[in-house]
C-alpha cells in the first residue's frame, strides 16, 4: 500500500551527502538533481533520481503527484521554538513601536513573565489548542519538524503541563516535535531575589520528574543578564546532562556573558542567538564543535540591527543553523523562509547555505540526522513542493508562503 511519486521537479533539492552535519564549503553542495522524481512508499524515501530512471518504476498502485517544474525540498527542521503558550504579547509589539525596549518591558514586569501568568491560568487541553493552531502555521510554511521548549510555566507542574502538551501535539499534529525542558527561562516573580531557591527546585523537584516522565530530550537555560548567571546555568546543565538529557543553551543574545563558553565546557549539542558572540566566543564553540543556532527573526522583531557573525563561523568550520526561535515576545514569527531571507541580507549567506542551516544541519543538532533533513533513500517521507522554479527564489520573493503542497511520512499534510 501507499506508495506515493513525486514527478516532474524542476529541482529535487537534495542535500544528499556526508552523513554529518555540514561545515565550510559543503554548505553550499545542495545535491540538485534538475528534472528530478522521487518514490516514497510507506513514509519513506525509495528513491531519488532523474524522471527518466524513476518513472520506469511507478506501479499501477502507485499516486503520482505532478509538481508541474516546481522545486522540492526536505521539510524544514526549525531547531528553536517556545510553541507553547496562552496570549500574546501584540501590545508589546505596540510598545516597542512606540520606543519601548525588549529589555526595558521585561523590567517592567512584562516580557516573558507576562506569558508566564497567562500560561500557568492556562489548562492543558487549551495549550493543546492553540498550540495546533501554531502547528498549521508551521506545516503551511514548509516546516515538518520543531524543536519545542517549555519555560513558561516554571512551577514544577506548569513545566510539566507544557511538555505534556508538547507530547499531544507531536500525537495529535502532522507535525514532529522535540521537547526541550527550558525551566531556567526566568527566575518566576515568587522567586523574586532568590534565585538560588529557583535554582534549587529545577535541580532538586523539576530535573528529576522531567527525566522520570521521559518529557524531553534536551535542557536548555537562558543564560543572560535579567535571566541566569553562567554559574546557576552551569548547575542546571550539569544536573540535567547527569540524568541523560542533552544541552542547548541561549547564549550571548543579549549580552555577551560566558555563554558560548559554557556551551563548550559541558559539550553542550547547541549554543543559540550568539548576536553578542565575538571571535573569542566563536573560538570556544569551534574547541568542542557546539553547532550555533542563528535567530534572526528575533533581531528582526526586536528591533535590533545586530545580527549573529554568521560568516566568521562558517569560516570557522561550525557547522551553522538556521532557525525562527518563534515565541510570543521576540519572534511571533514561524516562517522559515523569512529566516533564510534575513540569513542572506543581514547575515551573507548564500541561499543555499541557508538552506544546508535550516535542514540537514538542524536534524544533526536534533539528533535526527539519519531521520530527517535530506531527501535520500530510508529517510522519514517529510518532502515539500515549493511554488518556485529555482531554489534561489524561496528566500528572494520574500514574504510569500511558497509551500504548494507538504507531505509527512509520505502523507499529505498542508495542499494550497
Ligand atoms: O529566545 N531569549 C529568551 N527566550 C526567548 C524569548 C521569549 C519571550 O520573549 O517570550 C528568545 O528570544
Ligand atoms: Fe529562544
Not at 263 to 277: K, R
Request: hydrophobic share 40%; with cysteine.
Amino acid at each position: 500500500m501507499s506508495s506515493l511519486a513525486i514527478i516532474n521537479c524542476s529541482q529535487l533539492v537534495t542535500l544528499a551527502g556526508p552523513q554529518r552535519p555540514r561545515v565550510g564549503e559543503e554548505l553550499r553542495e545542495l545535491s540538485i538533481i534538475e528534472n528530478g522524481a522521487m518514490l516514497l512508499r510507506e513514509g519513506r524515501i525509495e528513491k531519488v533520481g532523474k524522471r527518466e530512471t524513476i518513472e520506469p518504476l511507478l506501479t499501477a498502485d502507485c499516486e503520482v503527484v505532478d509538481a508541474a517544474n516546481r522545486i522540492v525540498l526536505p521539510g524544514f527542521v526549525d531547531a528553536h521554538t517556545h510553541p507553547v503558550f496562552a496570549g500574546n504579547r501584540a501590545n508589546e509589539f505596540e510598545l516597542r513601536a512606540s520606543g519601548a525596549t525588549y529589555e526595558q518591558i521585561a523590567l517592567a514586569g512584562g516580557g516573558i513573565r507576562s506569558t508566564v501568568r497567562n500560561t500557568r491560568a492556562a489548562s492543558e487541553d487549551e495549550l493543546v489548542v492553540s498550540g495546533k493552531r501554531y502547528a498549521e502555521w508551521f506545516l503551511r510554511c514548509g516546516t515538518t519538524t520543531v524543536e519545542a521548549k517549555s519555560g513558561y510555566g516554571l512551577t514544577v507542574e506548569d513545566e510539566l503541563k507544557m511538555l505534556r502538551a508538547i507530547r499531544r501535539l507531536n500525537d495529535e499534529t502532522p507535525l514532529s516535535y522535540v521537547p526541550t525542558f527550558l525551566g531556567a527561562h526566568v527566575v518566576p516573580e515568587e522567586f523574586k531575589g532568590n534565585s538560588s531557591g529557583y535554582v534549587d527546585l529545577i535541580v532538586e523537584e523539576m530535573l528529576p520528574r522531567v527525566a522520570t516522565e521521559n518529557l524531553a530530550e534536551f535542557c536548555d537555560v537562558f543564560c543572560e543578564v535579567g535571566a541566569f548567571t553562567v554559574e546557576e546555568s552551569r548547575r542546571i546543565l550539569i544536573a540535567a546532562k547527569q540524568l541523560g538529557l542533552k544541552l542547548r543553551v541561549h547564549a550571548d543574545q543579549l549580552s555577551l556573558g560566558g555563554g558560548s563558553a559554557l556551551a563548550a565546557e559541558l559539550g553542550a549539542t547547541t549554543a543559540d542567538h550568539l548576536e553578542q558572540a565575538d571571535q573569542s566566543a566563536i573560538r570556544n564553540l569551534q574547541s568542542a564543535m557546539v553547532q550555533p543556532v542563528l535567530l534572526p527573526c528575533s533581531v528582526l522583531m526586536i528591533g535590533s540591527q545586530k545580527y549573529a557573525n554568521a560568516r566568521a563561523m562558517i569560516e570557522a568550520g561550525l557547522a551553522v543553523i538556521i532557525a525562527t526561535d518563534f515565541n510570543p515576545g521576540s519572534s511571533p514569527v514561524v516562517s522559515m523562509l523569512l529566516a533564510l531571507t534575513l540569513a542572506s541580507t543581514q547575515m551573507k549567506m548564500t541561499p543555499a547555505e541557508a538552506i544546508s542551516a535550516a535542514t540537514v544541519n538542524a536534524a544533526y543538532s536534533l539528533g535526527r540526522g539519519n531521520e530527517i533533513g535530506s531527501l535520500e533513500p530510508g529517510k522519514r517521507a517529510d518532502v515539500v513542493i515549493h511554488d518556485c522554479g529555482d531554489y534561489r527564489e524561496l528566500a528572494y520573493f520574500a514574504g510569500l508562503e511558497h509551500p504548494h503542497a507538504v507531505f509527512v511520512n509520505g502523507k499529505n499534510a498542508f495542499s494550497r
